[in-house]
């Protein structure tokens, strides 16, 4: 039986623009030993070529096959929903490509549904007209609910606050089909090719690596190199099936594998 992983990115493989040590030889160890892997990032902003570049800068050589974003999940499920469907769509790069390689038309009237990702570029009278756009009837998709991470001097709003603004103007919630959605969670498992007990998911965040892997009854484990810590685990209903200071103290063969 093969084994593979799902990895998140920030907090696990870079923290901002710095690479967290060791990262970069746990990757290169997981593609000398041929274990499947897909790092799956709630980003719908960057391509997947823009996330290896980004990757590469930090001397980490991967390829775009082992890429899957929440981008990428929204097309699928648009196009599974809806083929050769429509949509007015709030984002930039990496969501507007993988929305047109998917066969979604982008429209400015009457689409079938209005996408909200990562951005700066949208203004507040955009916003606007996807509000008009969703009470007469379109269908609100958002890429993941991902929230500010409250510092000074943040270029980002985080996508979670323009979704509630939208929502609240709208009175409809918005279906999110990022991280910990299973609509993400599954089809990053389809794309590696792997079945439910042969997948694992490493993250840093509990609210969503640690919580869509086990909701989806994947085996999960949690690096405290970004975003959680031990004193607030004891918090969520669900734990971790393995806890690790960071990556470089991860080590294969799992023993979940072994069994």
Same mark, same amino acid.
């Given at each position: 039986?093969?084994?593979?992983?799902l990895?998140?990115?920030?907090?696990?493989?870079?923290?901002?623009?710095? %690479?967290i *040590?060791?990262?970069?030889?746990?990757?290169?160890?997981?593609?000398?030993?041929?274990i499947?892997?897909?790092?799956?990032?709630?980003?719908?902003?960057? +391509?997947? %070529?823009? @996330? @290896?570049?980004?990757?590469?800068?930090?001397?980490?050589?991967?390829?775009?096959?082992?890429?899957? #974003?929440s981008?990428?999940a +929204?097309?699928?499920?648009?196009?599974?929903?809806?083929?050769?469907? *429509?949509?007015?769509?709030l984002?930039e790069?990496?969501?507007?490509?993988? %929305?047109?390689?998917?066969?979604?038309? $982008?429209? /400015?009237?009457?689409? !079938?549904?209005?996408?909200l990702? !990562?951005?700066? /570029?949208?203004? $507040?009278?955009?916003?606007?007209?996807?509000?008009?756009?969703?009470?007469?009837?379109?269908?609100?998709? &958002?890429?993941?609910?991902?929230?500010?991470?409250?510092?000074?001097?943040? /270029? /980002?709003?985080?996508?979670?606050?323009?979704?509630?603004?939208? !929502?609240?103007? &709208?009175?409809?919630?918005?279906?999110v #089909?990022?991280?910990?959605?299973?609509?993400?969670?599954?089809?990053?498992?389809?794309? %590696?090719?792997?079945?439910?007990?042969?997948?694992?998911?490493?993250?840093? #965040?509990?609210?969503?690596?640690?919580?869509?892997?086990?909701?989806?009854g994947?085996? &999960?484990?949690?690096?405290?190199?970004?975003?959680?810590s031990?004193?607030?685990?004891?918090?969520?209903?669900?734990?971790p099936?393995?806890?690790?200071?960071?990556?470089?103290?991860?080590?294969?063969?799992? +023993?979940?594998?072994?069994?």
């Open positions: 039986m093969k084994q593979g992983l990895i998140d990115m920030d907090g696990v493989i870079y923290s901002g623009e710095a %690479l *040590t060791g990262a970069d030889k746990f990757i290169k160890n997981l593609i000398d030993e041929e499947p892997f897909a790092f799956m990032t709630n980003n719908s902003q960057r +391509t997947p %070529l823009e @996330v @290896v570049r980004k990757l590469k800068g930090l001397g980490i050589k991967v390829e775009e096959s082992h890429v899957y #974003t981008a990428m +929204t097309a699928k499920f648009l196009s599974d929903q809806s083929p050769k469907g *429509t949509a007015y769509v984002g790069g990496g969501l507007l490509s993988s %929305l047109h390689d998917h066969g979604i038309t $982008l429209v /400015n009237t009457d689409p !079938e549904f209005v996408v990702g !990562e951005g700066r /570029n949208f203004t $507040l009278e955009m916003v606007q007209r996807a509000v008009d756009m969703i009470l007469a009837g379109a269908k609100f998709i &958002t890429t993941n609910r991902d929230p500010s991470p409250k510092k000074p001097g943040w /270029n /980002n709003l985080g996508i979670a606050a323009t979704t509630a603004m939208i !929502e609240e103007a &709208t009175g409809r919630k918005a279906f #089909t990022g991280k910990p959605s299973p609509v993400m969670m599954r089809s990053a498992r389809k794309f %590696l090719g792997l079945e439910t007990s042969e997948t694992t998911v490493i993250g840093d #965040t509990m609210e969503t690596d640690i919580q869509g892997g086990v909701q989806m994947y085996k &999960t484990i949690l690096v405290l190199s970004g975003i959680s031990k004193d607030t685990l004891g918090h969520y209903a669900f734990k099936d393995m806890i690790a200071s960071s990556v470089d103290e991860i080590k294969f063969p799992l +023993t979940w594998w072994e069994a």
